[in-house]
Nanobody, 120 residues
Framework: QVQLVESGGGLVQPGGSLRLSCAAS????????MGWYRQAPGKQRELVAT???????NYADSVKGRFTISRLNRQNTLYLQMNSLKPEDTAVYYC??????????????WGQGTQVTVSS
């Protein structure tokens, strides 16, 4: 079974930085496409950034140049470095893993989320 546990959220002033972490259990991490998504109150969950097993990254336009996604396969950990934070970045941030499992095909797993609040 795969479990994803996010940490690192909190309250930060505009222009500040935070680093989110996602610790993954199970054996799928190294081959999975990992991603960060976020959901603000009253809005749909949206993609923030993804990273493939080979390190190819993709970012939402709204975070390009400010956020950096990275992964450490030997520690089964995903990161999101967030700089120059804006109030509109306030949301619950979720970690996602997308991988092929022989018993069930392509599968997706979610963490429980971590709150990021950007406010003065």
């Amino acid at each position: 079974q795969v479990q994803l546990v996010e940490s690192g959220g909190g309250l930060v002033q505009p222009g500040g930085s935070l680093r989110l972490s996602c610790a993954a259990s199970g054996s799928i991490f190294s081959g999975a496409v990992m991603g960060w998504y976020r959901q603000a109150p009253g809005k749909q969950r949206e993609l923030v950034a993804t990273i493939t097993s080979g390190g190819t990254t993709n970012y939402a336009d709204s975070v390009k140049g400010r956020f950096t996604i990275s992964r450490l396969n030997r520690q089964n950990t995903l990161y999101l470095q967030m700089n120059s934070l804006k109030p509109e970045d306030t949301a619950v941030y979720y970690c996602n893993a997308y991988a092929y499992v022989q018993s069930s095909g392509w599968s997706s797993w979610w963490g429980q989320g971590t709150q990021v609040t950007v406010s003065s």
